[in-house]
């Protein structure tokens, strides 16, 4: 059964300073998502990564995928206030028979705080 | 095009009364899942539906939890007997594939008193 950890669960930054989310996963997987989520609304989604070694960055977010490590992560860099966020790693699963499909497995959520 | 629409947004219930949640998926997209959400913890998979056709319900209790998907009109994720511990927010998502693409709603907080 996939698992998937984040670490750090709490987070608080000064604005301006550089901080990294990991998020761990327990079995092989096709795909990576991060997704961020603001109080009381829905998911917006950030990066989907689909292989070893992809890189993505939007703004001051960067996400890496290292899929023999099973790790991926999320950096900030030079935070402001509006990255305040609860911030989701999540995989696909696998269904019956091995197919992937939308079972999605998330993990617990950083919760980032951005002071200034 | 107006996203996952879920209602009611918020939706308080006295033990024991059924609570039904609707969800209407992005257009052009036959794939529809639910999640739930209870504070501080990330999204459990519910159940994975298509239209007319429930895909995966593992994640469903197996008791006053059901879900569908008709042909015509939004999926409906249905509670019955309602007690403290179903109080969560509950998410739905779309796909067009079921394989990438997911689009969520902006959930229904579900109070039981």
């Known amino acids: 059964e996939l698992k998937v950890e984040q670490n750090p669960l709490f987070l608080s930054m000064q604005e301006g300073k550089n901080y990294t989310i990991y998020c761990n996963y327990s079995?092989?997987?096709?795909?990576l998502y991060w997704y961020r989520q603001d109080p009381g609304k829905s998911l917006e989604s950030l990066f989907v990564?689909?292989?070893?070694?992809a890189v993505k960055q939007e703004g001051r977010l960067m996400a890496s995928l290292d899929t023999k490590a099973r790790l991926s992560t999320l950096h900030i860099t030079a935070a402001v206030h509006d990255l305040s966020a609860t911030y989701f790693c999540f995989l696909i699963g696998q269904g019956a028979g091995g197919t992937s499909y939308g079972k999605l497995t998330f993990g617990q959520g950083t919760i980032l705080t951005v002071h200034p | 095009n107006a996203g996952v629409m879920q209602n009611p947004r918020h939706l308080v219930r006295r033990r024991g009364q059924e609570a039904r949640l609707r969800c209407s998926p992005m257009?052009?997209?036959?794939?529809v899942y639910w999640y739930r959400q209870l504070p501080e913890e990330g999204l459990k998979f519910m159940v994975y539906?298509?239209?007319?056709?429930?895909?995966?319900e593992s994640g469903m209790p197996k008791e006053r939890f059901s879900a569908e998907f008709p042909k015509e009109g939004p999926s409906i994720l249905r509670i019955q007997q309602v007690v403290r511990g179903d109080s969560a927010a509950y998410f739905c998502a779309s796909s067009p594939t079921g394989v990438y693409g997911y689009t969520f709603g902006s959930g229904t907080r579900l109070t039981v008193v």
């Open positions: 257009k052009g997209h036959s794939h």
């Open positions: 990564l689909l292989s070893n070694g």
């Open positions: 539906l298509q239209k007319e056709n429930i895909i995966d």
């Open positions: 079995t092989t997987s096709d795909r």
